[in-house]
């Protein structure tokens, strides 16, 4: 089975809003990288509203 996880980092500064799309297989094993690029999303403007969307992802309950 493909573990791979893809995420996209859209910043719209005219909302203040982050927005991080997950796609592909989220894991017990790799969903501390999602966490990392949403800690590394929201630090980029202070204040910044952080939306993480998993619409595209597989997620296991165990993650």
Same mark, same amino acid.
């Given at each position: 089975?493909?573990?791979?996880?893809?995420?996209?980092?859209?910043?719209?500064?005219?909302?203040?809003? +982050? *927005?991080?799309?997950?796609?592909?297989?989220?894991?017990?094993?790799? &969903?501390?990288? $999602?966490?990392?690029? +949403? *800690?590394?999303?929201?630090?980029?403007?202070?204040?910044?509203?952080? &939306?993480?969307? $998993?619409?595209?992802?597989?997620?296991?309950?165990?993650?």
């Amino acid at each position: 089975m493909n573990h791979k996880l893809r995420a996209l980092v859209r910043v719209d500064f005219d909302q203040d809003c +982050a *927005r991080v799309e997950a796609r592909g297989h989220v894991t017990a094993g790799n &969903v501390q990288v $999602l966490y990392v690029v +949403a *800690r590394r999303a929201s630090s980029l403007v202070p204040g910044i509203a952080l &939306v993480l969307d $998993l619409t595209r992802a597989k997620v296991e309950p165990a993650a």
